[in-house]
């Protein structure tokens, strides 16, 4: 199994994942967007336990049920980690905060519909006005 690292932009948080993800995708939706401050969160799907704080648990912020579904930053400058995304631990992992390269791409994009209307998609992959 390949491990890949990632971490916070102050480096206050560290992880280590597997390279192990089982779909990553490119989503427009208008929360998305708030949550990153760009035009949409690319982001890589995998099971919790694949993923291990390795410096600054400490420091995290959860916004959510930190038992449940939430998202989790860096609580010292702010950068989005991942988010809890299924009562079963599911982690939607932000590929922005992976320091190496993983082996997957984003495959789609999803709520285009509601897209910044200032951005344009310019890749080939297929586009969803809503989750699909």
Not at 33 to 59: C, M, P, Q, V, Y
Not at 74 to 101: K, T
Not at 116 to 123: K, N
Request: proline content about 5%; overall charge negative.
């Amino acid at each position: 199994m390949t491990s890949l690292t990632g971490r916070c932009e102050c480096g206050a948080v560290e992880y280590r994942v597997a390279d192990e993800f089982d779909y990553s995708i490119n989503c427009h939706c208008s929360n998305c967007r708030a949550h990153t401050g760009s035009a949409f969160k690319a982001f890589a799907g995998i099971a919790g336990s694949k993923l291990e704080l390795t410096k600054g648990a400490d420091r995290l912020l959860v916004w959510g049920d930190p038992d449940g579904k939430n998202h989790t930053r860096c609580g010292v400058c702010g950068s989005p980690l991942y988010s809890v995304v299924s009562d079963d631990g599911w982690l939607h992992v932000a590929l922005g905060s992976l320091r190496d390269e993983p082996s997957i791409r984003p495959a789609k994009h999803i709520f285009v519909g509601s897209k910044a209307p200032w951005f344009e998609i310019t890749d080939d992959l297929p586009q969803h006005e809503e989750l699909r």
